[in-house]
């Protein structure tokens, strides 16, 4: 089945700084990318996300790539602030409908 | 409109007992699917519904079921429970319509469970 690395584990950064979270899966057929970042006791909400047939997106401060060949994508968080600090999760759609396969998430800390 | 619904919000159970689960979509929205979060492990998939009918099933053992209503609500079910099932269970809803699948998640605040 799909399995979804992601990297580092955590990340710390002063704010004004970039910040790239990693992630690989392992199934070609995933079609589908979410990221989604969750806060210190809430629940995690979609922050972007890319299909298969698209290799880059971007929403403001925060972009994402994908390379299919190489089953890798990334999320590039500019010109970081306090308030991005959260875990993020990477996730893969293997199937039909809206299952997702998550990786284990990546503790950002922005410092000001 | 209302968020994803999740009920109880906590609970307490010891080793060998059961649990059910329940979570009320965002009205209109047909796909439920499961996770359970634990510091360790992440988001792991548990299950998917789809009008009424397990869509894709993540792996973890039989213990673990689930199910869907006509209503599009869900509830999930854990057996025999074990020291390990200590988790959040989160449940989201997706509208998922037929113009296009992958649609976007809204995650429910989760039922935080112990197991003693």
């Known amino acids: 089945g799909e399995n979804v690395e992601q990297h580092p584990s955590t990340l710390s950064v002063q704010e004004g700084d970039s910040a790239v979270i990693k992630c690989t899966y392992s199934d070609s057929a995933s079609n589908y990318f979410p990221w989604y970042k969750q806060e210190l006791g809430k629940r995690p909400q979609l922050i972007i996300d890319i299909r298969s047939n698209v290799g880059e997106k971007k929403d403001q401060r925060i972009a994402v790539t994908l390379n299919k060949t190489a089953k890798h994508f990334s999320l590039h968080i500019t010109e970081t602030q306090p308030e991005d600090s959260a875990v993020y999760f990477c996730?893969?759609?293997?199937?039909?409908?809206?299952?997702?396969?998550f990786g284990k998430g990546t503790t950002l800390s922005v410092s000001s | 409109k209302a968020g994803v619904t999740q009920t109880p919000r906590y609970l307490i159970k010891t080793r060998g007992q059961q649990v059910t689960l329940s979570c009320s979509p965002i009205?209109?929205?047909?796909?439920v699917s499961w996770y359970q979060q634990t510091p360790g492990q992440g988001l792991q998939f548990l299950f998917e519904y789809f009008s009424e009918t397990q869509r894709n099933k993540g792996n973890f053992p039989g213990r673990f079921s689930g199910r869907q209503f006509s209503n599009s609500r869900s509830e999930m079910n854990v057996s025999t429970l074990e020291l390990g099932d200590s988790a959040l269970y989160l449940c989201?809803?997706?509208?998922?319509?037929?113009?296009?699948?992958?649609?976007?998640?809204?995650f429910g605040s989760g039922t935080q469970l112990s197991v003693l």
């Open positions: 996730a893969a759609s293997p199937w039909a409908g809206t299952a997702l396969i």
């Open positions: 989201a809803s997706s509208l998922d319509s037929r113009l296009a699948t992958n649609e976007k998640l809204f």
């Open positions: 009205s209109g929205h047909r796909s």
